[in-house]
């Protein structure tokens, strides 16, 4: 039979975000695929390096729209580090609690987004109904549900409001309890095994090759690659906590690391809300108005673990108010451009959702 | 008893087909499907909206997979040009009548990418837009209350944007080639 | 586990293949070396097999005032914890670089990409040309810093004008719009704006 | 290593396990929480909703902090436009409104948000000079015309009084509150010498300073000049000292002095200051001039000039208002020809502010500009005595009178005429003259105790001056300052009270003296009587007394800072009658024009008053009157373009009267 | 005749309502299983009937006739589709080879139709469809036949009567494993998870449905609705005894069709070899079991 053309979004129920995959298949199987991003390009780069240092905070969070808060961390610590700041000690807990409830927040909608492409629709409903009270949380915290704006050069924009201990409290307890009927209902569910299991894999050698990062390779390489723990930001170094590492890396086992993670998350929050000092929140980068604040020469390279991996931005000061230059390392790049084009073929057309969903790819942030 | 005579009042035909637009206004706004169509960073309000927290089935709405069963194009925030394109395509295979609701601020006046070279400013210019929800992102609420007031438009017969646009068409495709180039996508898979 | 011996270890792997021209120790976790642009290749060969087997970020700087390029690979040792940033120049005018895809494949895409916002060659990936993210693109690439996006916006994507008018203005009284002379007069006296 | 091993064991059952949510109930919000009343009512038409529910459907309540869309309270705004330009989307602009008032410290433009741009990051709130611009719990507004998403933001939304959400908090605050602290010599040391208290900025400090304003130029109104403030200030914030000195001398031909010894109305204007420090903008202004080396002020002009007019111009006086409206009329292109009686130029400048305020280099680097551009400065050259008010009036094509207000005040109370009573402005020349040595300590007649009665910042002058001579007289000082005015509405400004405090100013505010006790021809003290009002119910001055409280400050001298006043002897008979003078000022229209006399100019404090950069102002009105007088009948050279730009500046950047900003006293 | 063809046409509405209203009801269900309340029971009606308001779009003669055909077929097919026991329109015409021809022909109608469309996704989903079809009916059949051999008639009215005079012998306990074959069967003509495959939104975007929208997708909703229909009867009649009564039905009826609903949705879905394999695996074998116990041990509960 001819090779038939397909593709994969931009439209299309099982493509996550805006972006296509286009796909040669020859009956079932992929022959050729590669993705066609540019969808969500709204010239980023550029319009960071046309908006002051204080501004960016608004614009940054739209580079990652499903775990906003990681840009923010990466461009405010990036900002930092060009600076030579040091931040109040309480803001780097206050970071670490929104970075890691964007995290769990960020993974349940991954796993949830497992019942698109298997058809489990419910386990999709109750991941984001999960969700819906994480974006609850963060609109008491920051005042918006999704584009936070919340951390700042010089520490986190306000303190915690009265009381959302309690919440966050009560919100991961019963999330805690639920994990059990997540796995049930998705990974250990019989009939999602089958689909899951063995299939796309991601052995070690092409993680190398790609650049995979995050859970695509930790599940891979059996090691605790993550910067949380390979270069502690943050507070990460006084905080306990596992890396869920796997030596067979399949859709299975990257779902039951996302799972594992969850629960680590919700273990560091706990930590974090009782180590946490009081004090200051927010320390102004430098004197005078925000308008003419300057951030001195120098370049760094910025970098956060997201839910999907390394997640960096490379800065770029000339000493002005505005950022000379900043790239977006987005974490997906390698698996969602590369990756799409080299490991895709081979895998069947019923794959190819799932292949997007458990590899985590994010097209804004491959876009930019 | 007085008898009452019911008499047939001959309908002409401009005002059966009124009465049965009516009739189907009637079943479209009580069952409108989206589009799901991810363009710009709302879409991320809309899986709440559409799932257990929000639960827009209450409301007969529903996402649907493809353009041909929608009724309702979602435009979820910004769009860059290649999304436009392929918008328009998605615009252009839906059956009519069709709504366009637009979410955020973006397609408005640009939002935040008013001045970016890739994220165009006016939807409008390019498709005619039903409801317009404001917010950066718009919350639930705010999405959830804008397809209700598309609702409202429809059964005061005002949302006529799909008739604007045979109307008016060939402006709609003068404004699409001066800001796109070319409307139609050409790469390597449409050949 | 990173000590500074172990910056010593990688400068010395640097110095042994490349003429560094500057180096710096950004933090703990990242050091950056500017090295020619001849050299870079040898470079990331030789870190790669000293560990440095992820090739994080790629990309270019545009430094239109010296009329050049700077190319940036970031590399990464997840064992060692050590991100490497290599520098290097290359000329503005018919920019090359050739390509790091034999030594880092994932570079690949990093390259087209900056194909196409800056214009930089790479001779020896295959698909550097094609277009990625852009579509139709009919201007000079984009990052380059000569490219003004408000411009090209104003030229393509009509902005709203509103109907509604919150102003109230006063027929005689002029001074809004005299204040707005007197800027325009003042800003020509600083040193940019003079005359001659 | 058996990857089955590590996964719980799988199951086709437990999935259905999940079933039993059936009979739990639903996490979904309620409609009635979703919904708008309007839109409520449309649902319970369509049976979704029960009409029960519908009647009390409102919105989820957001959180405290939500940053919903905005509402700007108008009495608080001062459209400034800080947030507008903060905005990373362009989306606040700011429209005229001409149906406000105009006062001081105010813009007639308030903000208009479009939010088909807004992203509600909430930097216009966390930017917001006067905290009048917060962020509601509204967060629902749809509409089908696109043309309703630019809104005027006002204390309400949408017509309706709502909750307010974000609001800016010290975390938040963007705006740098407090000012960069300004070096200045310590009061135990500084009251043993005439050195410059202030030290002024240093060209790090001065940038911090200057990075603190947001450049919204409501100071400007306030200005009598309209000084480019924001303008300069961001050219040091720069590091452009050159365009800072050349968009100073657009405005200002005086900004030495005027960096000094301004009475920097635009600070009190200032929009930081509605909730901090004011910028301090007249110490940055000194900060250009002082770090300006003299090479640089050729670069003023760059072309000459002067005397392309040929038309001539005579000035009497050489005070502020006298040399501002000779650079003027230089820069006009005519000759300008300046009297002065004393020895030196500079007026008030150099002989009525104190040395340690203003010293003498500093007027002599204004002075010596105006000279470098063709202004004769005739000194020791008295009008009336050394050239005739008539000589004038036939040499010159237009005479501007700029003379001021030297001679000193003192109360008419039983007492006064005692030879040891001096008024403020016979004793302040001495004391210039003291501090630049020409003369001696025991020329000045200080006695070892002094009162001085008056509040304004002469009196301080007076006091502070008397505190000097009296330590190197005799080693201690006592010097007690009394004034009809308590604290709270002391005309004096703020600095001087405090620093006249810390250099050991006793202070007896609120009596009004009644007597000066003279026993044996020496002054035994002050009589006071309690003052129990100052103004009358219709703000006149009108002090009203309680005798019972009767005091009597001890000393051997008092000193009257009480005003001032003119000297006309100059102005001949001929002309007496013509020249009308009302409470000791000369008549004369806006600009300064006499009226009835086409050739004569006054401005200063003979003619409008009170400070010196009104009187700066009163030089350039003069100047571009003088202009439009002569400049059609004079000769006209050939003109270049240079020439004709900066004519055209100096006569477009003309002054308007200045708003008076309202007084904020930070002492109580 | 004409009474019977009353009768007929009065069954297939009265089927088409009965599994629309269900089928609303079931989306309560769902709902409530999903953590959240549901659209109104009659949402169902609403869809169908806006379909039928918008205007569609052809895509040649193929198409539009593909559709008609199909759903006369189906209509056809619930005509001939007894209720209840004494509820049947042509007496003799309830053969349950009647109804496997005639599901055929709506099956392949819509088949056309979708490949009239172009889309690819369509073909790969009609393809999937057939596939499944091949896949479910093998087991299906042979149960079916078990069932036909043991109560001696192909008339569903008499499998009905017979396990009902048998004492309330219903089938899926007498032929316990061919029971189970008959539910997983059920779900695979269903079409519901995890046998959803040709269906599948998020891989083949909705497969042979792709392109309908408008009038063509009403009437494959009302296509569906009565396929639906008939494929649970036909269950209710093969292995739950019928029903003596209408009521018996409808509770009979709703029964079936909740449960195939609730497990299909805690369930994921399967590929299209997998849904292959697993008929032709345990569902095969048991049917072969099932009819090798009852027809030649003749052991029947």
């Given at each position: 039979m001819k090779e038939m053309k397909l593709f994969l979004g931009p439209q299309h129920p099982g493509m996550h975000g805006n972006a296509s995959v286009h796909m040669f298949v020859d009956g079932d199987i992929i022959k050729r695929s590669y993705l066609l991003p540019g969808m969500l390009y709204r010239g980023f780069e550029k319009q960071m390096e046309r908006k002051l240092w204080v501004n960016n905070i608004a614009l940054i969070p739209r580079v990652c729209v499903p775990e906003p808060d990681i840009n923010e961390m990466a461009f405010a610590s990036g900002a930092e580090k060009l600076l030579k700041l040091e931040i109040p000690e309480r803001a780097h807990w206050i970071r670490m609690i929104i970075l890691e409830f964007a995290r769990i927040s960020a993974h349940l909608m991954a796993y949830g987004g497992l019942g698109g492409p298997t058809g489990n629709y419910t386990l999709m409903y109750h991941a984001h109904a999960d969700r819906n009270n994480i974006l609850d949380i963060f609109e008491k915290i920051t005042g918006a549900r999704v584009y936070h704006q919340y951390i700042v050069i010089g520490g986190v924009r306000q303190d915690l409001?009265?009381?959302?201990?309690?919440?966050?409290?009560?919100?991961?307890?019963?999330?805690?309890?639920?994990?059990?009927?997540?796995?049930?209902?998705?990974?250990?569910?019989?009939?999602?095994?089958?689909?899951?299991?063995?299939?796309?894999?991601?052995?070690?050698?092409?993680?190398?090759?790609?650049?995979?990062?995050?859970?695509?390779?930790?599940?891979?390489?059996?090691?605790?690659?993550?910067?949380?723990?390979?270069?502690?930001?943050?507070?990460?170094?006084?905080?306990?906590?596992?890396?869920?590492?796997?030596?067979?890396?399949?859709?299975?086992?990257?779902?039951?690391?996302?799972?594992?993670?969850?629960?680590?998350?919700?273990?560091?929050?706990?930590?974090?809300?009782?180590?946490?000092?009081?004090?200051?929140?927010?320390?102004?980068?430098?004197?005078?108005?925000?308008?003419?604040?300057?951030?001195?020469?120098?370049?760094?390279?910025?970098?956060?673990?997201?839910?999907?991996?390394?997640?960096?931005?490379?800065?770029?000061?000339?000493?002005?108010?505005?950022?000379?230059?900043?790239?977006?390392?987005?974490?997906?790049?390698?698996?969602?451009?590369?990756?799409?084009?080299?490991?895709?073929?081979?895998?069947?057309?019923?794959?190819?959702?799932?292949?997007?969903?458990?590899?985590?790819?994010?097209?804004?942030?491959?876009?930019? | 008893m007085k008898s009452t005579k019911f008499t047939p009042v001959p309908l002409t035909k401009a005002e059966t087909d009124k009465k049965w637009w009516e009739i189907g206004d009637f079943f479209r706004r009580n069952s409108l499907w989206l589009l799901m169509y991810c363009t710009g960073c709302c879409a991320i309000e809309l899986p709440?909206?559409?799932?257990?927290?929000?639960?827009?089935?209450?409301?007969?709405?529903?996402?649907?997979?493809?353009?041909?069963?929608?009724?309702?194009?979602?435009?979820?925030?910004?769009?860059?040009?290649?999304?436009?394109?392929?918008?328009?395509?998605?615009?252009?295979?839906?059956?009519?009548?069709?709504?366009?609701?637009?979410?955020?601020?973006?397609?408005?006046?640009?939002?935040?990418?008013?001045?970016?070279?890739?994220?165009?400013?006016?939807?409008?210019?390019?498709?005619?837009?039903?409801?317009?929800?404001?917010?950066?992102?718009?919350?639930?609420?705010?999405?959830?209350?804008?397809?209700?007031?598309?609702?409202?438009?429809?059964?005061?017969?005002?949302?006529?944007?799909?008739?604007?646009?045979?109307?008016?068409?060939?402006?709609?495709?003068?404004?699409?080639?001066?800001?796109?180039?070319?409307?139609?996508?050409?790469?390597?898979?449409?050949e | 586990m990173n000590s500074m011996n172990n910056i010593e270890r990688v400068k010395e792997i640097v110095e042994k293949v490349a003429k560094v021209r500057k180096f710096e120790q950004i933090d703990k976790f990242q050091i950056a070396f500017e090295i020619e642009k001849n050299d870079v290749h040898q470079t990331l060969s030789a870190l790669k097999l000293a560990g440095w087997k992820q090739l994080s970020y790629l990309s270019a700087i545009d430094w239109i005032e010296t009329s050049k390029f700077e190319l940036v690979y970031v590399l990464f040792n997840w064992d060692e914890a050590l991100y490497i940033q290599i520098r290097a120049?290359?000329?503005?005018?018919?920019?090359?670089?050739?390509?790091?895809?034999?030594?880092?494949?994932?570079?690949?895409?990093?390259?087209?990409?900056?194909?196409?916002?800056?214009?930089?060659?790479?001779?020896?990936?295959?698909?550097?040309?094609?277009?990625?993210?852009?579509?139709?693109?009919?201007?000079?690439?984009?990052?380059?810093?000569?490219?003004?996006?408000?411009?090209?916006?104003?030229?393509?994507?009509?902005?709203?004008?509103?109907?509604?008018?919150?102003?109230?203005?006063?027929?005689?009284?002029?001074?809004?719009?005299?204040?707005?002379?007197?800027?325009k007069r003042a800003l020509s006296l600083r040193t940019g704006g003079q005359k001659k | 290593m058996n990857e089955?091993?590590?996964?719980?064991?799988?199951?086709?059952?437990?999935?259905?396990?999940?079933?039993?949510?059936?009979?739990?109930?639903?996490?979904?919000?309620?409609?009635?929480?979703?919904?708008?009343?309007?839109?409520?009512?449309?649902?319970?038409?369509?049976?979704?909703?029960?009409?029960?529910k519908a009647k009390i459907s409102n919105p989820r309540t957001a959180p405290d902090n939500l940053r919903g869309f905005h509402i700007n309270d108008w009495e608080k705004c001062i459209g400034c436009g800080t947030c507008g330009e903060i905005c990373p989307t362009a989306a606040i602009t700011m429209v005229e409104r001409h149906d406000l008032p105009k006062v001081a410290g105010k813009l007639q433009q308030r903000p208009v948000i479009d939010y088909g741009r807004c992203c509600f990051c909430g930097l216009c709130v966390d930017t917001c000079t006067t905290e009048s611009l917060k962020m509601t719990k509204e967060y629902i507004y749809a509409d089908s015309n696109p043309d309703s998403f630019q809104l005027m933001p006002t204390e309400t939304w949408q017509d309706q009084e709502v909750e307010q959400a974000y609001v800016k908090n010290e975390d938040t605050d963007l705006l740098d509150l407090e000012r960069v602290e300004m070096e200045h010599i310590e009061g135990s040391e500084r009251i043993n010498s005439y050195i410059e208290v202030v030290r002024g900025y240093s060209k790090e400090y001065a940038r911090l300073e200057a990075a603190r304003c947001v450049e919204c130029g409501v100071c400007t109104a306030s200005c009598p000049v309209q000084m480019h403030i924001p303008m300069y200030i961001k050219t040091i914030w720069e590091d452009d000292i050159e365009g800072g000195l050349r968009q100073i001398y657009e405005?200002?031909?005086?900004?030495?002095?005027?960096?000094?010894?301004?009475?920097?109305?635009?600070?009190?204007?200032?929009?930081?200051?509605?909730?901090?420090?004011?910028?301090?903008?007249?110490?940055?202004?000194?900060?250009?001039?002082?770090?300006?080396?003299?090479?640089?002020?050729?670069?003023?002009?760059?072309?000459?000039?002067?005397?392309?007019?040929?038309?001539?111009?005579?000035?009497?006086?050489?005070?502020?208002?006298?040399?501002?409206?000779?650079?003027?009329?230089?820069?006009?292109?005519?000759?300008?020809?300046?009297?002065?009686?004393?020895?030196?130029?500079?007026?008030?400048?150099?002989?009525?502010?104190?040395?340690?305020?203003?010293?003498?280099?500093?007027?002599?680097?204004?002075?010596?500009?105006?000279?470098?551009?063709?202004?004769?400065?005739?000194?020791?050259?008295?009008?009336?005595?050394?050239?005739?008010?008539?000589?004038?009036?036939?040499?010159?094509?237009?005479?501007?009178?700029?003379?001021?207000?030297?001679?000193?005040?003192?109360?008419?109370?039983?007492?006064?005429?005692?030879?040891d009573i001096m008024g403020a402005m016979d004793f302040l020349p001495l004391t210039r003259d003291f501090a630049r040595g020409t003369l001696k300590l025991e020329d000045m007649n200080v006695k070892p105790s002094v009162v001085v009665v008056g509040g304004g910042d002469v009196a301080f002058d007076v006091a502070r001056n008397c505190i000097r001579i009296q330590l190197q007289k005799y080693g201690k000082a006592n010097v007690l300052l009394t004034s009809l005015e308590t604290l709270d509405i002391l005309p004096g400004s703020d600095d001087e009270y405090i620093e006249g405090k810390e250099e050991g100013i006793k202070f007896r505010l609120g009596y009004g003296p009644q007597e000066v006790v003279v026993e044996d021809g020496k002054i035994k003290g002050l009589k006071v009587w309690k003052c129990t009002r100052v103004f009358d119910e219709e703000?006149?001055?009108?002090?009203?007394?309680?005798?019972?409280?009767?005091?009597?400050?001890?000393?051997?001298?008092?000193?009257?800072?009480?005003?001032?006043?003119?000297?006309?002897?100059?102005?001949?008979?001929?002309?007496?009658?013509?020249?009308?003078i009302e409470r000791g000022k000369i008549k004369a229209d806006e600009a300064g024009k006499v009226e009835g006399l086409d050739w004569l100019y006054v401005g200063g404090d003979i003619f409008r008053g009170p400070d010196i950069i009104t009187a700066v102002s009163d030089g350039h009105r003069a100047a571009v009157a003088i202009d439009d007088y002569l400049y059609n009948k004079a000769k006209k050279k050939e003109q270049s373009e240079y020439f004709k730009e900066v004519r055209e500046a100096i006569r477009f950047n003309n002054p308007e009267p200045a708003l008076k900003p309202k007084r904020k006293r930070t002492l109580i | 005749m004409i009474v019977n063809i009353l009768v007929g046409i009065g069954i297939a509405l009265f089927g088409f309502a009965l599994q629309t209203s269900i089928g609303g009801i079931n989306r309560k269900i769902v709902g409530r299983l999903q953590k959240r309340?549901?659209?109104?029971?009659?949402?169902?009606?609403?869809?169908?009937?806006?379909?039928?308001?918008?205007?569609?779009?052809?895509?040649?003669?193929?198409?539009?006739?593909?559709?008609?055909?199909?759903?006369?077929?189906?209509?056809?097919?619930?005509?001939?589709?007894?209720?209840?026991?004494?509820?049947?329109?042509?007496?003799?015409?309830?053969?349950?080879?009647?109804?496997?021809?005639?599901?055929?022909?709506?099956?392949?109608?819509?088949?056309?139709?979708?490949?009239?469309?172009?889309?690819p996704w369509a073909s790969i989903g009609v393809m999937r469809a057939l596939t499944t079809m091949l896949a479910y009916e093998v087991p299906f059949l042979i149960v079916a036949l078990t069932i036909i051999n043991v109560s001696d008639s192909s008339s569903l009215t008499a499998i009905q009567a017979f396990q009902q005079t048998a004492g309330n012998n219903w089938f899926i306990i007498a032929l316990p494993l061919g029971g189970l074959v008959g539910v997983l069967s059920l779900m695979g003509m269903l079409g519901k998870k995890p046998f959803?495959?040709?269906?599948?939104?998020?891989?083949?975007?909705?497969?042979?449905?792709?392109?309908?929208?408008?009038?063509?997708?009403?009437?494959?909703?009302?296509?569906?609705?009565?396929?639906?229909?008939?494929?649970?009867?036909?269950?209710?009649h093969l292995f739950l005894g019928g029903a003596s009564n209408i009521f018996i039905f409808l509770i009979k009826y709703f029964t079936v069709y909740t449960v195939v609903n609730l497990i299909s949705n805690v369930n994921g879905r399967f590929k299209i070899d997998q849904v292959v394999k697993f008929f032709y695996k345990w569902p095969l074998l048991l049917a072969i079991i099932q009819a090798f116990i009852a027809i030649y041990l003749g052991w029947v509960i």
């Open positions: 409001p009265k009381g959302i201990e309690k919440d966050m409290h009560t919100f991961l307890d019963s999330l805690e309890s639920r994990l059990k009927e997540y796995r049930d209902l998705g990974i250990d569910n019989a009939s999602i095994i089958k689909r899951i299991k063995d299939t796309i894999m991601l052995p070690a050698e092409v993680v190398w090759e790609l650049g995979v990062t995050g859970i695509g390779m930790r599940s891979a390489v059996n090691k605790a690659y993550d910067i949380r723990k390979v270069a502690p930001y943050a507070r990460y170094d006084q905080v306990e906590f596992e890396v869920p590492v796997s030596d067979y890396s399949d859709a299975r086992s990257r779902l039951d690391i996302k799972i594992k993670e969850v629960q680590q998350s919700i273990n560091i929050i706990r930590q974090c809300l009782e180590k946490m000092p009081e004090g200051p929140v927010r320390v102004k980068p430098a004197r005078g108005q925000s308008m003419r604040w300057t951030v001195p020469k120098g370049h760094v390279y910025s970098m956060v673990e997201s839910s999907r991996g390394e997640f960096g931005y490379y800065m770029v000061s000339n000493g002005g108010t505005h950022p000379y230059r900043v790239g977006v390392r987005g974490a997906s790049y390698p698996q969602g451009l590369l990756g799409i084009e080299k490991y895709l073929p081979g895998t069947r057309i019923d794959d190819a959702a799932l292949w997007v969903d458990t590899m985590g790819i994010c097209s804004p942030e491959i876009d930019r | 709440p909206a559409m799932t257990s927290a929000y639960d827009m089935e209450r409301l007969g709405m529903g996402p649907m997979a493809t353009p041909r069963q929608a009724d309702i194009l979602l435009v979820s925030g910004y769009l860059s040009l290649k999304t436009l394109r392929r918008l328009i395509y998605t615009y252009e295979q839906m059956s009519e009548p069709r709504y366009v609701v637009a979410l955020g601020s973006c397609p408005i006046n640009g939002g935040i990418y008013h001045d970016s070279h890739a994220v165009i400013n006016q939807l409008d210019q390019y498709i005619p837009v039903d409801v317009y929800v404001a917010g950066c992102m718009p919350n639930t609420e705010a999405v959830m209350n804008g397809f209700v007031d598309l609702m409202d438009q429809i059964k005061h017969k005002r949302a006529n944007g799909w008739k604007k646009y045979h109307e008016n068409y060939s402006w709609y495709k003068a404004n699409q080639i001066t800001s796109l180039g070319e409307v139609d996508v050409h790469d390597e898979f449409h | 120049m290359i000329e503005r005018e018919a920019a090359e670089m050739n390509s790091i895809i034999s030594i880092f494949p994932g570079a690949k895409y990093y390259e087209r990409e900056a194909h196409e916002f800056f214009g930089i060659n790479f001779p020896g990936n295959p698909d550097y040309h094609k277009q990625l993210i852009l579509e139709n693109w009919d201007d000079i690439p984009p990052l380059r810093k000569d490219f003004d996006p408000s411009v090209y916006s104003d030229r393509k994507f009509p902005k709203r004008e509103y109907s509604v008018d919150y102003s109230v203005k006063d027929p005689e009284n002029k001074s809004f719009e005299k204040i707005k002379e007197r800027e | 089955n091993n590590k996964y719980p064991k799988s199951s086709i059952f437990r999935p259905l396990r999940h079933i039993k949510y059936i009979f739990k109930k639903p996490v979904t919000h309620p409609l009635e929480t979703i919904f708008t009343k309007k839109n409520a009512d449309y649902l319970k038409g369509v049976k979704v909703m029960k009409s029960s405005t200002n031909p005086l900004p030495g002095v005027c960096g000094r010894v301004c009475t920097h109305n635009c600070e009190t204007a200032c929009a930081i200051a509605v909730r901090g420090e004011a910028i301090a903008i007249r110490w940055l202004k000194r900060y250009i001039i002082d770090s300006a080396p003299d090479d640089m002020y050729k670069k003023i002009f760059t072309e000459p000039v002067s005397e392309v007019i040929d038309a001539k111009v005579a000035i009497a006086g050489s005070g502020p208002s006298s040399l501002s409206a000779a650079y003027y009329l230089r820069g006009l292109g005519y000759k300008v020809d300046v009297f002065e009686e004393k020895s030196r130029a500079g007026g008030v400048a150099s002989f009525g502010a104190p040395q340690y305020r203003i010293p003498d280099y500093a007027v002599e680097k204004d002075i010596n500009f105006i000279k470098s551009i063709g202004v004769n400065i005739h000194t020791n050259t008295k009008i009336g005595s050394d050239i005739t008010f008539e000589d004038l009036e036939k040499k010159y094509d237009a005479v501007f009178l700029g003379t001021g207000f030297f001679k000193g005040r003192v109360l008419n109370i039983p007492g006064a005429d005692h030879p703000g006149r001055f009108n002090p009203s007394f309680d005798q019972s409280q009767e005091e009597i400050f001890e000393a051997e001298q008092v000193f009257f800072s009480v005003g001032q006043a003119p000297d006309y002897s100059y102005i001949p008979e001929s002309l007496k009658d013509k020249v009308k | 309340h549901g659209p109104r029971w009659y949402q169902e009606f609403i869809d169908i009937f806006k379909l039928l308001s918008k205007r569609g779009i052809s895509h040649g003669w193929i198409y539009d006739f593909g559709v008609i055909m199909a759903l006369g077929g189906i209509i056809a097919t619930a005509m001939f589709m007894p209720l209840t026991v004494d509820i049947v329109a042509f007496k003799q015409f309830d053969n349950f080879f009647i109804f496997v021809y005639l599901l055929a022909v709506g099956m392949l109608g819509m088949a056309m139709s979708a490949s009239g469309s172009g889309n959803e495959t040709y269906i599948a939104p998020a891989e083949i975007a909705s497969g042979p449905m792709v392109e309908y929208g408008g009038k063509q997708l009403g009437m494959l909703f009302i296509l569906h609705e009565i396929s639906v229909f008939i494929e649970v009867s036909l269950f209710v």
